[in-house]
Nanobody, 120 residues
Framework: QVQLVESGGGLVQAGGSLRLSCAAS????????MGWFRQAPGKEREFVAA????????YYADSVKGRFTISGDNAKNTVYLQMNSLKPEDTAVYYC?????????????WGQGTQVTVSS
């Protein structure tokens, strides 16, 4: 089973940027579609972005389209989420997971996530 560890979160002012990393225990990008999800306080976990196993296709939630970019590095077994023009409503714990592209739903176990806090 793939084990995932998220990092890169922090406190940033609105309009700022962060890059999140998701390090995997194995070769993920050549085998799995990967995605980022987030959970804000008092809300359900929601889909943010996904990348196909070939890296050829990316998908985004409407709320982050044009501001966030998902990418992967096969050599490092790592998936990234570059977040620009951050807004206070982006505040959440961010998680990565294997994703089923047909439904944009997670299929694996959750890691500990990484906290992103955007101040206004």
């Amino acid at each position: 089973q793939v084990q995932l560890v998220e990092s890169g979160g922090g406190l940033v002012q609105a309009g700022g940027s962060l890059r999140l990393s998701c390090a995997a225990s194995g070769r993920i990008l050549s085998s799995y579609n990967m995605g980022w999800f987030r959970q804000a306080p008092g809300k359900e976990r929601e889909f943010v972005a996904a990348i196909s196993w070939s890296g050829g296709s990316t998908y985004y939630a409407d709320s982050v389209k044009g501001r966030f970019t998902i990418s992967g590095d096969n050599a490092k077994n790592t998936v990234y989420l570059q977040m620009n023009s951050l807004k206070p409503e982006d505040t959440a714990v961010y998680y990565c997971n294997v994703v089923r592209l047909a439904t944009m739903t997670p299929t694996g176990s959750w890691g500990q996530g990484t906290q992103v806090t955007v101040s206004s």
